[in-house]
């Protein structure tokens, strides 16, 4: 199974950009994981924040193709613990999902053609972190999914 990290804008911080890279090069023993970053856009401040959600969904929308799993990480979408996570995780590949690709939007969340198009949604709190942090985060727990999966030590309950 691919998985794809889709984001609107880069990492800016370097201390973010060390950490997501640690776990990036730990998450090459358990999957394929790509990257995609779209450039944020410019010249925001003519658009409404319907316009510039409607904008970046074109954009996103041009990065997927018609079989891709497509997952959403939104406030609204389903609140999983570490382990939860994992069998879900677990349950995809079991089904033969190719390629889950997770979303992380910009500034003012999503445009309605994304959650149309989403076959998921995913919360990874219910508290608003920044978009930037939010990459860090899901790494992490992409990687202890994983080592869920595998019955490895990372994760104690």
Known sequence: MKIV???VGKTEDAYLKEGID???KRLKHYARLEFVEINELKNTKALTPEQQKAKEAELILKKLSPLDYV???DEKGTEFSSKQFAAYLDKKAISSTSTMIFIVGGPYGFDDTLY???NDKLSLSRMTFSHQMIR???VEQLYRAFTIIKGEPYHHE
């Open 71 to 73: 997952i959403l990480l």
């Open 5 to 7: 990290f889709l984001t």
């Open 136 to 138: 860090l985060l899901f």
């Open 22 to 24: 640690k776990y990036i």
């Open 116 to 118: 149309t198009r989403a």
